[in-house]
């Protein structure tokens, strides 16, 4: 099983759409989970942490599902400028120090589609 | 707030050639610093980190180095390149707990001809 596991797309939308995207992950004891948003020939940015309960930020919602091991981000009334790949990020493994690193999936790729 | 400052954004360098790749930070003190490379259709690879001037982890083994000659400022480093050094190049600072994102700057892309 890879560390983190997302479906690369594309997922090709119309503009107004809801759309989900899951990851899964290999480590049970992992702790912190994020989305981050990477636009073409970009650095990657943070979208939102993932908390235990869910969590929401406007038109965004991220689940975490602790038994399954895997997160969700679910998009509702997408935009044209939600264009973008969207990278799922956990804290995987223990490096030593007292610190988890955090580990990228390859992104799933999202276009909105007028 | 914080800012994370990369240069140059771009860089075409023919194989066998040094690199240097310099991140510095602004707004923090002690900031846990990273380098990562994100090659064309693949994920970000962590290739270095360090907590603290001098200490510098090494998570992939390869013919790049890093170094950390002031608290906020991390030098990515080539003696000679090449050609599948090509990527993205991204120095990222996390705060220092457990459940802290990564905030990156701009990027050095890379081509290795």
């Known amino acids: 099983r890879k560390e983190v596991e997302q479906d690369p797309g594309p997922f090709n939308v119309p503009e107004g759409a809801t759309v989900a995207f899951n990851c899964t992950y290999s480590?049970?004891?992992?702790?912190?989970f994020f989305w981050y948003r990477q636009d073409c020939r970009k650095e990657p940015k943070l979208l939102m942490s993932?908390?235990?309960s869910g969590n929401e930020d406007g038109r965004f919602t991220a689940q975490l599902n602790r038994a399954s091991q895997y997160i969700s981000l679910l998009i509702r009334d997408s935009k044209l400028s939600d264009s973008a790949t969207y990278l799922c990020v956990v804290n995987l493994r223990y490096s030593g120090a007292g610190s988890y690193q955090l580990t990228f999936g390859k992104g799933t790729k999202l276009s909105v589609i007028p | 707030s914080q800012t994370i400052h990369q240069w140059p954004a771009t860089l075409v360098q023919p194989v066998g050639s040094p690199l240097s790749l310099e991140c510095t930070v602004e707004g923090t003190s002690n900031p846990n610093l990273y380098w990562y490379r994100q090659a064309a259709g693949r994920g970000l690879q962590l290739l270095f980190y360090s907590v603290g001037i001098g200490q510098i982890s090494s998570e992939v083994p390869q013919n790049l180095s890093a170094s950390r000659p002031q608290d906020r400022q991390f030098i990515l480093s080539s003696k000679k390149l090449l050609l599948s050094d090509s990527g993205f190049y991204l120095c990222a600072n996390r705060g220092g707990r457990d459940n802290s994102p990564l905030h990156f700057g701009n990027g050095t892309r890379l081509t290795v001809t």
């Open positions: 993932v908390y235990s």
């Open positions: 480590n049970s004891a992992s702790q912190s």
